[in-house]
Each structure stands twice: as structure tokens, then as C-alpha cells.
């Protein structure tokens, strides 16, 4: 198993599976939500269209929901919701079950690469240090250890948060 941590956009990754950081209804939004939905085109909002919703959800907050990839270097995207910092009981559980989903997702799909964003750290105000520490020590559980994990961060200053919050884990 692998963990890398890149700067850049995770629209130019080349992975079996891309992340992609949704809100519960799954038909795109902003961040890097709508960056995937801008770079992968129309298919995948049709795809997001035929994932079976009940009163809106198509992915409750901490799981995880599997499409085709439209355009991208992918032959997944896994959207996954993870929670607002500010207003959800019990924040770190809910982005702990968010990961894990995905990667349990990716497994049952025979991926052995896949690709994150830094989830619920934009729009919902995840505090990226406690948010690295959660993703990197999930990535690490034994259940995992097959994949080549990707993180895909946008601005330096989380590449350094990830980069020691996967420094201590190596200690
Ligand atoms: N590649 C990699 N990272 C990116 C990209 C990109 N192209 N674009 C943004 N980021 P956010 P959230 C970073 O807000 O906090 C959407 O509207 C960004 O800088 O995209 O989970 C959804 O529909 C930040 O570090 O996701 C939901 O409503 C990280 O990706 C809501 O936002 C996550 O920021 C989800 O909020």
C-alpha cells in the first residue's frame, strides 16, 4: 500500500476510482464537486440521476455511492458526503465513515488505486489537521493495505498539513 500526497487538481488524476466530495442529493455543486461534474461531462449526471433517492438523498452523510466516470482517467467515481463541521453532532465519526465507505467501496469494485480530495475541508470548514489525521489513519487500517491511495490537494498549505499527519503515523 501506498499513500501520496499531491498538489493539484484531482480532475487530472489517473486512478482507478476518483473521490468526489457530494452533497447528499449527488447532482454536482461547487468545489470540487463541481469541478468533477465539469470535467467528466454529461455522463455523470445522468449516472448521478439513476442512483435511487429517497426524499432527496442519494447519499446519506458517511456513505458512499458508486457511478461510471464520464470522462475522466477513471473507471469510477465514488461520491461520498462528508459532514459540516459546524452543525453535525458528531463530525469525526461521520468524515471517519466517509473515507472508509470509499475505500471499502473501491475494494468490493477490484479498484487498487484511488484518488481524494481533502473531505468536508472547502465548503463544510472541516479543520484540515484534525480532518488529515482522520484520513490518514483510516487509509492505513490493515482492510486497505492493497491499494495505491492518491490525496489530491489543492493548496500548499494542506499539503503540508497531510504531509505530517502521515509523517506521524510512520514514526
Ligand atoms: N481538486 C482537488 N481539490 C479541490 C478541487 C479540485 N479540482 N477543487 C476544490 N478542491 P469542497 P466539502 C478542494 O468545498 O468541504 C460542494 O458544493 C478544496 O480546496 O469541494 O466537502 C458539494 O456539492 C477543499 O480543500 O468540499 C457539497 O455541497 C476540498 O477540495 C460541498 O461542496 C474540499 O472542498 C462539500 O463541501
Not at 144 to 154: E, N, T
Amino acid at each position: 500500500m501506498t499513500i501520496n500526497i499531491i498538489a493539484g487538481d484531482i480532475t487530472t488524476a489517473i486512478s482507478d476510482t476518483i473521490v468526489n466530495a457530494a452533497n447528499s442529493l449527488m447532482l454536482g455543486g461547487g468545489g470540487v464537486d463541481g469541478a468533477i461534474h465539469r470535467a467528466a461531462g454529461p455522463a455523470l449526471l445522468k449516472a448521478c440521476y439513476e442512483v435511487p433517492e429517497i426524499n432527496g438523498i442519494r447519499c446519506p452523510v458517511g456513505e458512499a455511492r458508486i457511478t461510471e466516470a464520464g470522462e475522466l482517467n477513471a473507471k469510477y467515481i465514488i461520491h461520498t458526503v462528508g459532514p459540516m463541521y459546524y452543525g453535525h453532532k458528531n463530525p469525526a465519526l461521520a468524515l471517519e465513515n466517509a473515507y472508509r465507505h470509499s475505500l471499502q467501496l473501491a475494494i468490493s469494485h477490484q479498484c487498487q488505486s484511488i484518488a481524494f480530495p481533502a473531505i468536508s475541508c472547502g465548503i463544510y470548514r472541516y479543520p484540515p489537521a484534525q480532518a488529515a489525521t482522520i484520513a490518514i489513519s483510516v487509509c492505513n487500517e490493515a482492510a486497505f493495505k492493497q491499494l495505491d491511495i492518491s490525496f489530491y490537494l489543492f493548496d500548499q498549505s494542506l499539503v503540508s498539513i497531510w504531509q505530517q499527519a502521515l509523517a506521524e503515523t510512520e514514526q
